[in-house]
């Protein structure tokens, strides 16, 4: 059986010796650094922060994409994701977002976006999909 990968992401430290590196998706570049207490200096986000950054993003995108295909007047989206990582090496870490939907929005509305942005991709992903990584040397 042949695997396909897509959607390639290349990382590279970006001076030698030191902690931030720099990601190139497709054309796009983003940085990541750890903070002053991994020893660096936080020149870019973390990747923790991207990982939750990539669950507000997803809860915003779906809503809006939604709201498009059902005439929903949505004008902006607004998230922000909170993060309580103490237990993550005992295999819990628990982000609580918040939602805000902005527009001349029915409470109706209002609570389908909230459904439907529970609902994710990304939500799913993190919760509902086992994940399998290989990494090669």
């Not at 030191?18 to 054309?27: G, H, I, K, M, S």
């Not at 750890?34 to 950054?53: I, L, Q, T, W």
């Not at 309580?84 to 389908?112: C, I, M, N, W």
Request: glycine share 4%; net charge negative; hydrophobic share 35%.
């Amino acid at each position: 059986m042949s695997e396909t990968y897509t959607n390639e992401i290349d990382c590279a430290t970006t001076t030698a010796g030191e902690y931030p590196q720099t990601l190139r998706v497709r054309a796009h570049t983003l940085h990541a650094d750890v903070g002053p207490e991994a020893g660096s200096v936080d020149s870019a986000p973390s990747p923790h922060d991207y990982f939750d950054a990539a669950l507000a993003s997803c809860k915003a995108l779906t809503a809006t994409w939604y709201a498009k295909r059902h005439d929903i007047p949505l004008e902006r989206v607004a998230t922000r994701v909170e993060r309580d990582s103490h237990e993550e090496r005992l295999g819990k870490y628990h982000l609580r977002v918040h939602l805000d939907f902005q527009g001349p929005l029915t409470d109706a509305q209002r609570e389908t976006l909230r459904q439907v942005a529970a609902k994710c991709p990304i939500h799913k992903l993190m919760t509902q999909v086992t994940i399998d990584i290989e990494t090669v040397a």
